[in-house]
């Protein structure tokens, strides 16, 4: 089946030649394919575990993740999927907001996400640190738990979010999709 999914994908849309674009490509194929009922892909980009030389790693890999990402929406628009799309990128653990002395940051509790697709709502959610927040080197807290925008995700595609987390924690309705 999956070399039917191949053989079947056509676009015009060029991908970047690495892990990312590959990913963001073969994600283009199975939801063009129609073959397959997938309604979750994950995939992930690794090496930004920056606790030294964080200067140079992060922009390359935020480019990547910025060039593959274009490419699936041209792709998935070019479908008349994209608002039939959610791309959640996020990572395991948040940084802190200052460089260490290695010239790269330490783990900390808050950390951001990013929601792109046709059917999301645009805008910043959660607090804005303020400038003696963000001078005095300490750590930031979260504003918005993440098992919030994933709730609302799993209710996105049409699903109950209590079971996927049971335990306790701030609810709230953050009005992510249009």
Known sequence: MIQNVIASYSSSVGYPSDSMGNFMRDSAR??????????????????WDTHSNQVGGHETRLARIDDAVTALASDLKAM????????CIFTEFGRVNFENGSGGTDHAKAGAMLLIGGGVRGGVYGGTPSNSELSNFSFLDMDIDFRNPFSE???????DPDPVFPESFSKMNLGLFA
């Open 30 to 47: 199975l939801i063009q394919s129609n073959l397959v009922a997938t309604r979750v892909v994950y995939g992930g980009l690794g090496g």
């Open 80 to 87: 008349g999927q994209w608002n039939n799309t959610v791309v």
């Open 153 to 159: 995700i799993v209710q996105w595609l049409g699903f």
